[in-house]
């Protein structure tokens, strides 16, 4: 039962349906392989080889083995085992009996049951035998089994024995590294106070000295333990120690201190000896000054350094220890040279005591080369402080209390210096010598600089005061004399001698082309570096000892003044000097007009003159001219306290319409701001005075026509019946009206070329003077217009023909005869020589002598201050705003001035 139990369970590992342990289909395969060798496999060497016999043949034909091998094997196997065979056929038995016979044949069947089950019990010994192997293996591998897990465990324990030793010898290690550490840090830490009492020591040796080779050490070791602590100041005895180190420190110190002090003070003591007189005779004085001083420097400069590298720690002793060495060395040079540059300043004011510019030119020279050695001197003991604007703070102050020396002797006389030209050269000098150049090369002289700085704000200020002055004394408080107001009489004075010097020099066949007159002086030439220009003309009204002296002043002012100032300051001192010019000028011509020998065109074309001259000469200035002036209006004050006090009733309301409230919030004054430029009061001015002289100048020559054509303007307009003649009236009469416009040509034929002249002896220009006669020859074109019209309507043929009135033509033909001959006589004396004239004022003044007229001087003499600045020509419109405009008949109003926009010659054609 267990056989087949057994059998079962071993067809299951083979089962199709549903294996115990399937094979995959590569162990099939193999299996396949091995069966087809097996079939093959070749007969035991142990086994003897089969013999075949006719016996064995038959036997091995009843047996059911598939193989002829095993049947030649069985049969000798039968032959060999089977006895019943045997003994039949030895003859030990026989078969005579159905019974030996059944006996016999079950004899046989029993050897065929054994025959056949030998090779199974064969097997089962084989796998008896093999059983028994597997139990001895299986044995031996429990056994083995066994001895490895024991040395597994005793692996185990190893490895935690193994493990705990490294984790102890390690923690050991640990420990043994603390306490290591432990002991260094306390060592350091005992070394710190066990070291205070060596120090202490050390420092009482009469044998050390700061030049000793243990100085510095020994001063490194008291830094180091004062730092250390500093920084564990929870240590019990750290206040007593560091008392301790702190007195070792400052004694050190001390004797740094006192070893510098005492090389200075014998640098000092050996320059003050050579000072005396018989001692300094061979010595320079940079030798004398800084010879000492320069050998004395190796000695101390390591220890100062040592000093200004630890004063950057947290021991204050070392910042106090460099102040205090810095402080008596300053000590010692001011003691050296402040009675030096004393002298030496003093000499200087002596040597230039009139000479300002040479003294600041001269004492700022001294002064700059004595900060330049004394910084020099100064970085041979000291390093600059970084981090710090001014690197070395106490030696600015130094040199700016040696500086101070020369401040203090030049304030006094600078306050006390009146004359602008003066103060413009100085403030030139400090400017653009001094702070702009020295001061640049040198940015390290700070004090030097704020010194200057302040002598050129003090210069300035005086300047500014000083030019305050002059406008209010000399240019609108001027009294003007006979000679500065004798126009046109100068005018025509020069224009003679001008020609007649011409005509001397064609005569002399001289040509002294583009040479520069010698009445051109220095301010002219200023003012030509300022514009671009050059002098150059050839009329008298060019001379600038032709031109009022406020408006020489002024330009002369301004010119000083522009280079001298900065912009801001020069743009308000030069709106007050052209105001000033501007009233001065306007009533000089009032002056000229009111008087009775000249007319009032005399006073109206100075005034043109002269603002023209002004119009040019301030235009190339960079600067603008703009002024805000800030006032404050309190208009509205009196607007809130007017609804006050209507309102005062509301003065108590608590609600939105509280009187009070509302004048408090409405009462604050206004801030209005005003622009004020210069330029365009000139403009204006001049544009005014154009207009004033075109009117009058037409009025004095029309004033019959303008009278005669505004009385008729009336009588159209007043009468009622259109019958009523203009010739009936009285004045409307024909002899009248001939005579009126008799007058007026009379006035004209006069008047024309007088005006002209006039023109041409002022402007010396003409196209300024042709456009400013324009206007007048378009009026006295419209007033005959005007009365030709009104003849032509109100009177016969005849009548006309009596009064004679000119047309159009024939009046333009007649300005233009009375204009072409005076331009060009005008023409033929200016281009009668191709050379400019150049005049000394000697030769000047020797014609002025031989003239019989003779004018009072003025006041100012024109060399003195004044100096020829050169006219400009009118090239550009007299006003950019409301200027004159031509209508298309040339006719425009008396109230207009003429646009000045051309270029080139006019011809006589043109004119006409």
């Not at 051109?520 to 008298?540: C, D, K, L």
Request: proline residues 4%.
């Amino acid at each position: 039962m267990a056989d087949s139990s057994l059998i079962s369970r071993l067809s299951d590992w083979s089962s199709i349906s549903s294996p115990l342990a399937p094979l995959s289909t590569d162990q099939l395969d193999l299996l396949s392989d091995l069966g087809e060798v097996v079939k093959c496999r070749p007969r035991p060497l142990h086994l003897p080889p089969p013999q075949s016999t006719p016996q064995t043949d038959r036997l091995s034909s009843t047996a059911s083995v598939s193989s002829m091998s095993d049947i030649s094997h069985q049969a000798t196997t039968t032959t060999q085992l089977f006895p019943a065979f045997s003994q039949l056929e030895g003859g030990s038995s026989s078969i005579d009996t159905g019974q030996q016979f059944l006996q016999w044949l079950h004899q046989v069947e029993t050897s065929l049951v054994a025959e056949q089950s030998l090779p199974y019990q064969r097997f089962i010994r084989e796998l008896e035998r093999q059983l028994a192997v597997t139990s001895g293996l299986e044995k031996e591998v429990g056994d083995s089994l066994a001895l490895l897990e024991s040395l597994s465990t005793q692996y185990c324990m190893v490895s935690e024995k193994t493990t705990s030793l490294h984790l102890a010898c390690q923690h050991l290690l640990e420990e043994q590294t603390k306490l290591a550490e432990v002991d260094r840090e306390l060592g350091e830490r005992l070394m710190v106070f066990q070291s205070a009492d060596k120090v202490a020591h050390k420092l009482t040796s009469p044998t050390l000295s700061v030049q000793s080779e243990t100085f510095l050490p020994l001063l490194s070791t008291i830094d180091t333990s004062m730092v250390y602590l500093l920084a564990h100041p929870n240590y019990r005895e750290t206040p007593a120690y560091l008392t301790k180190f702190r007195a070792c420190l400052t004694r050190a110190l001390e004797m740094v201190r006192s070893h510098v002090k005492r090389v200075l003070e014998t640098a000092t003591s050996a320059a003050s000896q050579q000072e005396s007189p018989g001692a300094a005779q061979h010595q320079s004085a940079f030798t004398l000054f800084y010879g000492k001083f320069r050998a004395a420097a190796p000695r101390v400069r390591h220890l100062i350094a040592e000093a200004e590298r630890r004063a950057s720690s947290d021991l204050s002793e070392y910042i106090t220890l460099v102040q205090d060495l810095q402080s008596n060395y300053l000590a010692c040079r001011m003691e050296l040279l402040q009675p030096s540059v004393k002298s030496a300043v003093a000499q200087l004011v002596t040597v230039h005591t009139r000479d300002h510019t040479g003294l600041v030119r001269a004492g700022c020279a001294f002064l700059l080369h004595v900060c330049e050695d004394e910084y020099q001197l100064h970085s041979l003991f000291f390093s600059e402080e970084e981090g710090e604007d001014d690197t070395r703070p106490q030696l600015g102050e130094f040199l700016e209390r040696l500086c101070l020396v020369l401040y203090d002797n030049l304030r006094p006389l600078i306050i006390h210096v009146t004359h602008l030209e003066t103060l413009a050269e100085l403030t030139s000098i400090l400017r653009n010598e001094v702070v702009g150049q020295h001061c640049v090369q040198h940015m390290q002289l700070t004090a030097f600089k704020r010194v200057a700085t302040q002598m050129l704000a003090d210069v300035q200020e005086r300047l500014v005061y000083r030019t305050s002055v002059y406008i209010r004394s000399d240019i609108i408080g001027y009294s003007p004399a006979p000679g500065d107001l004798a126009y046109p009489e100068k005018l025509e004075m020069m224009e003679q001698i001008a020609e007649s010097i011409q005509q001397e020099q064609v005569v002399r066949g001289h040509s002294r082309q583009n040479s520069t007159s010698s009445v051109v002086s220095a301010t002219s030439m200023e003012v030509g570096t300022i514009t671009g220009r050059t002098y150059s003309g050839n009329s008298p009204a060019d001379l600038h000892g032709m031109w009022y002296p406020p408006v020489r002043r002024t330009l002369l002012t301004l010119s000083k003044l522009y280079r001298c100032l900065e912009k801001p300051i020069f743009t308000g001192l030069s709106q007050e000097v052209l105001s000033a010019c501007l009233e001065s000028v306007a009533s000089a011509a009032s002056i000229i007009s009111d008087n009775p020998a000249k007319s009032r065109a005399d006073g109206q074309l100075f005034e043109i003159k002269h603002l023209l001259i002004l119009r040019e000469q301030i235009a190339p200035f960079q600067v603008d001219f703009k002024v805000k002036e800030t006032s404050l209006n309190f208009g509205k004050i009196r607007t809130a306290a007017s609804t006050l006090l209507n309102h005062r009733s509301d003065i108590l309301s608590l609600n939105g319409n509280n009187a009070l409230l509302e004048f408090l919030l409405d009462s604050s004054p206004g801030v209005q701001e005003h622009s004020r430029d210069s330029k365009k009061d000139v403009d204006r001015r001049l544009k005014l005075t154009c207009e004033q002289f075109i009117a009058d100048t037409s009025s004095n020559i029309l004033s019959s026509v303008q009278n005669f054509n505004s009385r008729v303007s009336t009588f159209v307009a007043m009468r009622g019946d259109k019958s009523a003649k203009l010739s009936t009236q009285p004045w409307g009469d024909t002899n009248t009206t001939r005579s009126c416009v008799a007058e007026t040509v009379r006035r004209i034929k006069q008047m024309v070329p007088l005006v002209q002249r006039k023109m041409q002896l002022y402007l010396a220009n003409r196209e300024t003077e042709f456009i400013l006669f324009r206007p007048v020859r378009s009026n006295i074109l419209s007033a005959f217009v005007n009365l030709l019209a009104t003849l032509r309507a109100e009177y016969s043929f005849d009548d006309q023909t009596i009064i004679g009135c000119p047309t159009q033509e024939q009046l333009a033909a007649l300005l233009a005869s009375v204009m072409v001959v005076h331009v060009s006589n005008r023409s033929r004396a200016i281009n009668s020589s191709s050379r400019e004239v150049s005049e000394s004022p000697e030769l000047i003044a020797r014609k002025m002598s031989t003239k019989s007229v003779k004018f009072q001087d003025s006041s100012e003499d024109p060399e003195s201050v004044g100096d020829t600045i050169e006219e400009g020509k009118v090239t550009s419109e007299f006003a950019s705003n409301g200027d004159l405009k031509e209508s298309e008949n040339e006719t425009v109003t008396n109230g207009d001035c003429a646009r000045a926009g051309l270029n080139g010659k006019v011809s006589s054609a043109e004119i006409v």
